[in-house]
């Protein structure tokens, strides 16, 4: 059974930083790309970052492009998100998932939430 | 960046009937389309990829149909356990966007 979980997120200051994780087990995790999306409160669904099964190729939405940096360690099954310059409007509940590789993502984690307040 | 254009934000439906929900896309994305269901504080789930290949598992009521750059998603029959959010997707190129999502609710 595919199982991913987020973990890291938090309340952090306007400016912060803040490293999520994600544990991924129950597939060939190395052979899979992956993704971040991202939900703020009341609001739908966004595309955060996608990063290729060996890290060589990673996207990002233009609005986290140079601040946030997606990562992975294939030994440990490990997702990252590191997350630097946090602005008020990064607030939201963060999902890593699977990504098959023509797309889509198909299987998600259940959230890990992200609140950047003073 | 393509913008994906979905309708109706919210609808309101009886158990049994035919739900439709529409996605424009702004250019051509070819097939590349999802659909997703969301249910209040979950993750969202995979109905449908490829603008019309039903995902395993998921109910035959669901449906997903193609024509140029509108897509749609038919609920044949709303059952209560399809009281929820729908979201499209389209994948064909970066950045990867998804329609505002459709709140499916009971009438």
């Known amino acids: 059974e595919v199982q991913l979980v987020e973990s890291g997120g938090g309340l952090v200051q306007p400016g912060g930083s803040l490293r999520l994780s994600c544990a991924a087990s129950?597939?060939?995790?190395?052979?899979?790309?992956m993704s971040w999306f991202r939900q703020a409160p009341g609001k739908g669904l966004e595309w955060v970052a996608n990063?290729?099964?060996?890290?060589?190729?990673?996207y990002y939405v233009d609005s986290v492009e140079g601040r946030f940096t997606i990562s992975r360690d294939n030994a440990k099954n490990s997702l990252y998100l590191q997350m630097s310059s946090l602005r008020p409007e990064d607030t939201a509940v963060y999902f890593c998932?699977?990504?098959?590789?023509?797309?889509?993502?198909?299987?998600w984690g259940q959230g890990t939430r992200v609140t950047v307040s003073s | 960046d393509i913008q994906m254009t979905q309708s109706p934000s919210t609808l309101s439906a009886s158990v049994g009937d035919r739900v439709t929900i529409t996605c424009r896309a702004s250019q051509s994305i070819s097939s590349w389309l999802a659909w997703y269901q969301q249910k209040p504080g979950k993750a969202p789930k995979l109905l449908i990829s490829k603008a019309s290949s039903l995902e395993s598992g998921v109910p035959s009521r669901f449906s997903g149909s193609e024509s140029g750059t509108e897509f749609t998603l038919t609920i044949s029959r709303l059952q209560p356990d399809d009281f929820a959010s729908y979201y499209c997707?389209?994948?064909?190129?970066?950045?990867?966007?998804f329609g505002g999502g459709t709140k499916v609710a009971i009438k």
């Open positions: 990063i290729k099964q060996d890290g060589s190729d990673k």
């Open positions: 998932s699977t990504y098959r590789p023509s797309g889509p993502a198909d299987y």
């Open positions: 997707l389209q994948y064909n190129s970066y950045p990867i966007t």
């Open positions: 129950g597939f060939m995790f190395s052979s899979s790309w």
